[in-house]
T-cell receptor, first 111, second 112 residues
Framework: GESVGLHLPTLSVQEGDNSIINCAYS??????FIWYKQESGKGPQFIID?????DKRQGQRVTVLLNKTVKHLSLQIAATQPGDSAVYFC??????????FGAGTTVTVRA | SQTIHQWPATLVQPVGSPLSLECTVE??????LYWYRQAAGRGLQLLFY??????ISSEVPQNLSASRPQDRQFILSSKKLLLSDSGFYLC???????????FGEGSRLTVL
């Protein structure tokens, strides 16, 4: 089946710096993408989403970029804070209600 | 507002014992419901989803089954647990596409 994956399993970032988390997907029919944050022992929480008719979307301190040509998705976190330490998942869907998740990137914020 | 409840939060069961995890959603009607499993340090694997009462779709062959006896209730079951059934089980719901899935807090199952 199609897969969604992340380029790096871990990311260490200095507090106050910007973070970039990358994700590759293989299903060219995917039309909806979403980023989740998961803290230890908890369910994933929505961060931001983007539809395939867009290439950029901004939220509070976060930006998602979508490059459909190379099937690449990224999440940028501005001014990373200790509370941003978590596992981040990208997920994709292709015109249905099922989300396929990548393996996740663990972000650690250094004080 | 909508809420999702999932229980029990933790469960330790012997191999061969039965399993029942429950999930209920409040504040919405006719949601799509999902069961995901997350192995330690891994991503989320979709196990089952349901678009209505009594309608269950299975994504992967396994030792588990799901049922939806009521509109906002989703149950994950097994007759005989295997060691490989250990993991973090997450229930989720959604009402529109495209749109996010709202996850519960999860149930951690350890099979010994």
């Amino acid at each position: 089946g199609e897969s969604v994956g992340l380029h790096l399993p871990t990311l260490s970032v200095q507090e106050g710096d910007n973070s970039i988390i990358n994700c590759a997907y293989s299903n060219s029919a995917s039309d909806y993408f979403i980023w989740y944050k998961q803290e230890s022992g908890k369910g994933p929480q929505f961060i931001i989403d983007i539809r395939s008719n867009m290439d950029k979307r901004q939220g509070q301190r976060v930006t998602v970029l979508l490059n459909k040509t190379v099937k690449h998705l990224s999440l940028q976190i501005a001014a990373t804070q200790p509370g941003d330490s978590a596992v981040y998942f990208c997920a994709e869907s292709s015109n249905d209600y099922k989300l396929s998740f990548g393996a996740g990137t663990t972000v650690t914020v250094r004080a | 507002s909508q809420t999702i409840h999932q229980w029990p939060a933790t469960l330790v069961q012997p191999v061969g014992s039965p399993l029942s995890l429950e999930c209920t959603v409040e504040g919405t009607s006719n949601p799509n419901l999902y069961w995901y499993r997350q192995a330690a340090g891994r991503g989320l694997q979709l196990l089952f989803y349901s678009v209505g009462i009594g309608q269950i779709s299975s994504e992967v062959p396994q030792n588990l089954s799901a049922s939806r006896p009521q509109d906002r209730q989703f149950i994950l079951s097994s007759k005989k647990l295997l060691l490989s059934d250990s993991g973090f089980y997450l229930c989720a719901w959604a009402t529109s596409y495209p749109g996010e899935l709202f996850f519960g807090e999860g149930s951690r199952l350890t099979v010994l």
